[in-house]
């Protein structure tokens, strides 16, 4: 359980609570399951109908945090009892843990879990298909989640039956299904891209830079090591990317200066941690007991450090973190609104738009899938589509009319 940062929960305008939620990707896809639920940008909490079950709701669906009740949502609110699953769910993170999936993974499966457990029973191990059934339905039909969120709950808790459990279950029947719908990526215009660009500075504006210059998804930037820049060769390794793969993309040379320029402050900064016995960082797997200086050494140093420190629950060490993905978020966003864009376009906007660019300035579909790193090509092949239609790739039969577009 979660004791660091509670989640605030008071009554708001009329007929609506405030949940002032600590930003983690888990908790955001929690909430966002919540029908009517809404997020106030400038004052940076989110409000959920107040109806009757709402608090009792909240309890449920954060059960692995600390939700502190305004006083008038505690007096007379029945507080039920959270599942009590917590040796089962040391084995599921030992399970994961024990499979190399990364912490994302583990935390969006753990929230699975966590969340059929509450609507189901504390005791997992008693129920079976129709119990699975009737909660995957529910998420279509009551949660109105996606496709994607209804077969990531599936594999959720068939990881927790399988591989922690040790139970087999079976064709899971009658389940509603959320309808998986057709979409292209958004795309941005080479003079939109530099339009944005413009409009950042500092870290952000070098991340933004990696993320349509190489393809980077914005974890992949976050996460690079010193190490993982080759300038003799001019490229980037990608180390344990999504589905745990390596992969070579390209360094652009418009960053090679910059970056340069970037690690030298980034290596002082190492070099005064050093000084006050700091320094250190978290290395993958099990390489901290085989090498236990490695995650000192300059190879290894986040290229986008942290400003601050934080001590390992587990080692007690004090260590420098990555920079949190929220911080080149919100600067994109930000940049987007003053560039003027409509488009809805975040940061993997970018990589949506280096793999459309690649296609137009005629590199072949496979050389891209790999600078992506996608497993299939029809992955891949989504960006021809964005590539030939519209007013790009086809003429409307309404220019050959030779009408002049005024009205008549």
């Not at 344990?240 to 390596?246: C, H, V, W």
Request: proline fraction near 6%; include cysteine.
């Amino acid at each position: 359980m979660n004791h660091t940062t509670a989640i605030l929960v008071r009554p708001g305008e009329p007929g609506r609570l405030i949940v002032v939620l600590p930003y983690s990707a888990g908790r955001v896809a929690k909430i966002k399951t919540i029908p009517g639920r809404h997020w106030h940008g400038p004052e940076k909490y989110w409000s959920v109908p107040r109806k009757t079950g709402a608090v009792e709701h909240l309890l449920a669906l954060f059960a692995d945090d600390r939700l502190e009740l305004d006083a008038s949502l505690r007096e007379g609110a029945p507080q039920p009892p959270r599942p009590s699953a917590g040796p089962l769910m040391d084995r599921v993170h030992a399970a994961i843990r024990a499979r190399h999936f990364s912490p994302r993974t583990e935390e969006t499966y753990a929230g699975w879990i966590r969340r059929f457990i509450a609507s189901a029973g504390p005791q997992p191990e008693t129920l079976g298909e129709a119990e699975i059934g009737r909660f995957l339905s529910g998420l279509a039909t009551d949660a109105r989640v996606g496709a994607a969120s209804q077969n990531q709950a599936l594999a959720a808790i068939l990881f927790l039956y399988q591989h922690v459990l040790g139970k087999e279950i079976m064709r899971v029947e009658g389940v509603v299904r959320a309808k998986r719908g057709i979409r292209v990526p958004v795309v941005l215009s080479r003079q939109e891209v530099l339009a944005v660009l413009n409009h950042m500075s500092g870290t952000p504006r070098l991340m933004a830079m990696f993320l349509y210059g190489a393809g980077l998804r914005v974890l992949e930037c976050c996460q690079l090591r010193v190490k993982d820049i080759d300038f003799a060769l001019n490229q980037l390794v990608v180390r344990a990317g999504k589905g745990n793969k390596d992969r070579f993309t390209t360094l652009p040379a418009l960053i090679v200066q910059p970056i340069q320029r970037h690690l030298e402050a980034v290596r002082l900064q190492h070099q005064e941690d050093l000084k006050k016995d700091l320094g250190r960082v978290e290395l993958p797997d099990a390489l901290s007991r085989k090498y236990p200086d490695a995650s000192r050494e300059w190879g290894w140093q986040w290229v986008f450090p942290a400003t601050s420190h934080y001590v390992d629950r587990l080692t007690g060490e004090r260590r420098r973190h990555h920079l949190h993905e929220s911080v080149l978020q919100r600067a994109f966003k930000e940049a987007r609104v003053k560039a003027g864009l409509a488009k809805p376009a975040s940061c993997h906007t970018l990589r949506h738009s280096f793999a459309t660019h690649l296609l137009e300035d005629g590199y072949d579909i496979r050389t891209i899938q790999e600078l992506l790193g996608h497993s299939d090509v029809s992955t891949t092949m989504i960006y021809t589509h964005v590539l030939n239609r519209g007013g790009r790739g086809v003429r409307s039969p309404a220019d050959r009319l030779g009408l002049d577009g005024a009205e008549g």
